[in-house]
């Protein structure tokens, strides 16, 4: 009777596809983890923004006076604003500016010194001072006047989205934001 004590290169081979095997379920579970992570601090990040647009455009345009929405010089002009006016902290009434801008997707509010029938200029010239980026990652904004107090304005979001593979693709459908704004004293121009 021999006496065996080494393996077998069959054993041996048969250890490392099971080894394998194992390394790689588990690489591929951290890894489905970590995409899952990345997505869900991204949807959350998101979230967070989409609630401090909310907040921003409260805080600037509660007291909203009267409302003109800019017109573009030309139908291919992208770049969209909503003018409006509210008292400053001594009590005089200022314009000031929603604008998007369709090339960096965002929307920043300015203060605006311009007359308020004036059209849009791109990039904003020294009209537009003090701009406050209000919001990144947006890919619309609309303006529809619906009623002769009401203005109600609507933000479409390009939010993206981490795969399992982890390419990163637009969020369908789009998260938009609409709210309407209310004018104090019932005087709009368009």
Do not use: C
Request: proline share 4%; charged share 15%.
């Amino acid at each position: 009777m021999r006496n065996e004590k080494g393996l077998t290169l069959l054993e041996l081979l048969l250890a490392t596809a099971i080894s394998s095997i194992f390394i790689f379920i588990v690489f591929s579970l951290f890894n489905t983890i970590n995409l899952e992570f990345n997505s869900s601090s991204q949807r959350y990040g998101d979230d967070i923004q989409y609630r401090m647009v909310a907040s921003a455009l409260t805080t600037n345009m509660s007291d909203v006076i009267k409302v003109a929405v800019a017109s573009p010089p030309s139908t291919s002009f992208k770049n969209k604003e909503l003018r409006f006016q509210v008292y400053d902290n001594s009590g005089n009434p200022i314009w000031k500016t929603l604008y998007f801008n369709s090339i960096n997707h965002t929307l920043l509010i300015y203060n605006f010194s311009g007359n308020s029938a004036d059209q849009i200029a791109s990039p904003p010239n020294s009209t537009y001072t003090n701009g406050i980026p209000i919001a990144t990652n947006v890919s619309d904004v609309g303006f529809n006047q619906t009623a002769p107090s009401l203005v109600q304005l609507t933000i479409t979001f390009d939010y993206k989205i981490v795969g399992l593979s982890g390419e990163r693709k637009s969020m369908s459908p789009a998260k938009t934001l609409v709210t309407t704004i209310k004018v104090l004293n019932d005087q709009t121009s368009n």
